[in-house]
């Protein structure tokens, strides 16, 4: 029987490439600085010349890259409202369905294996009963309830806690909150870079907060999906000729060595920020260009393994570096805490964290994805 009604269609069905390897070792890259920055912290009592390795490098620039990285795939995530038609896009009937599907698969992606090991943290706190340097329960409690609105890096910067790294999740919502609705709202190209530009310099302005509004990677990657969906790049790529693995690797080695130097030599945190999201530019236009421009290192299983277990290894290896430094102290650090020690103590905590993440992947991650799949391709 035929309705005169509006349908409530679903959104669009687009058709895909097969996915990414090499964003997958972006990933991988990514999450790999990130988990040396912060075992070696941790983990590491003495300042000696282990520590000052990590005073020479900022190896936080995996952040960036993971917003960068983000900023993409989500611009590509939500591809059904770049192409809705301009006039009245907003009272179009499948640009509900669209936002609706954006959340929800954005919440099952993210949520339960974040829940996972915030609960961890409350159930460590609660039996340490605030000893071995775990913060008291209800500590733990109120930064889960910030982490959850989210809106962690406010407290983040005023009491910095054991959940201190989720405030890049709290950056990340904050930022799917917007997005979608520019896109709605702002249907010219000019008024969408114009907003788009103003969120790249909030995340570049230069006070004693500006790490709180780090848009600027993720505008970033929203602009390699722009030039990704308009045919620009394929064509730019197709006049690159194929590299062969040796200068692939050192091509994405020294990008990746630049990386974690830029920050500590620039002369100011604006020209170090603007090296960061530069490089991290580079590094996912050649990964979107999908031509083999970014190196495995020669290693592309346990890159691409480590790359799709990357969001569950950020998630769980502080609170197993956390665990583990306070087992030590509970029990001693023998040779009183030498760059040897260390180095073990840190790959032991790496070796555990990959073990957890691999769980948490299998068993909280992907059931839901599969429940709740994605757009493929990325």
């Not at 009604?5 to 790999?32: C, F, K, M, Q, S």
């Not at 308009?230 to 994405?252: I, K, N, Q």
């Not at 197993?320 to 020690?341: C, E, I, K, N, W």
């Amino acid at each position: 029987m035929r309705s005169d009604g509006p349908v409530d269609a679903p959104p669009p069905t687009i058709a895909h490439p097969v996915r990414n390897p090499e964003l997958d070792w972006l990933r991988a890259y990514a999450v790999l600085l990130v988990m040396v920055l912060h075992l070696a912290r941790i983990l590491g009592p003495d300042p000696g010349r282990f520590r000052a390795v990590f005073d020479a490098l900022d190896f936080s620039g995996g952040v960036d890259l993971f917003f960068a990285i983000s900023g993409f795939v989500i611009a590509g995530s939500l591809e059904p409202l770049w192409s809705l038609p301009r006039p009245r896009c907003e009272r179009h009937p499948r640009t509900r369905a669209i936002v609706r599907t954006f959340f929800v698969r954005r919440f099952w992606r993210l949520w339960p294996a974040s829940t996972l090991w915030i609960t961890y943290c409350l159930a460590v706190s609660w039996i340490s009963q605030g000893r071995g340097g775990w913060p008291p329960v209800g500590h733990v409690a109120r930064e889960w309830v910030t982490a959850v609105v989210p809106v962690y890096e406010l407290r983040e910067f005023r009491s910095p806690g054991v959940l201190g790294y989720y405030w890049t999740l709290s950056v990340e919502w904050q930022f799917y909150a917007v997005f979608p609705f520019l896109l709605i709202g702002f249907r010219s190209a000019r008024a969408r870079m114009a907003v788009l530009a103003l969120l790249f310099g909030l995340g570049l302005y230069t006070n004693e907060i500006s790490w709180m509004l780090r848009f600027s990677s993720i505008v970033a990657g929203i602009g390699i999906y722009a030039t990704y969906r308009s045919g620009r790049l394929a064509v730019a790529s197709g006049r690159v000729p194929p590299l062969r693995p040796w200068p692939r690797f050192l091509l994405t080695a020294s990008l990746l060595v630049t990386l974690v130097t830029v920050p500590q030599r620039a002369g100011s945190m604006l020209i170090g920020q603007l090296g960061l999201v530069l490089l991290c530019t580079i590094l996912v236009t050649m990964a979107a260009a999908d031509r083999e421009l970014v190196s495995d290192c020669g290693v592309p299983r346990l890159m691409g393994w480590i790359g799709l277990r990357s969001y569950s290894l950020y998630l769980c290896h502080i609170p197993v570096a956390l665990t583990l430094s306070a087992l030590l102290d509970r029990f001693g650090r023998p040779g009183d805490g030498t760059v040897r020690v260390q180095l073990e103590a840190v790959g032991l905590a790496l070796a555990i964290t990959l073990v957890l993440a691999d769980l948490s992947y299998r068993h909280v991650e992907l059931p839901l994805q599969r429940r709740y799949r994605p757009r493929p391709g990325w």
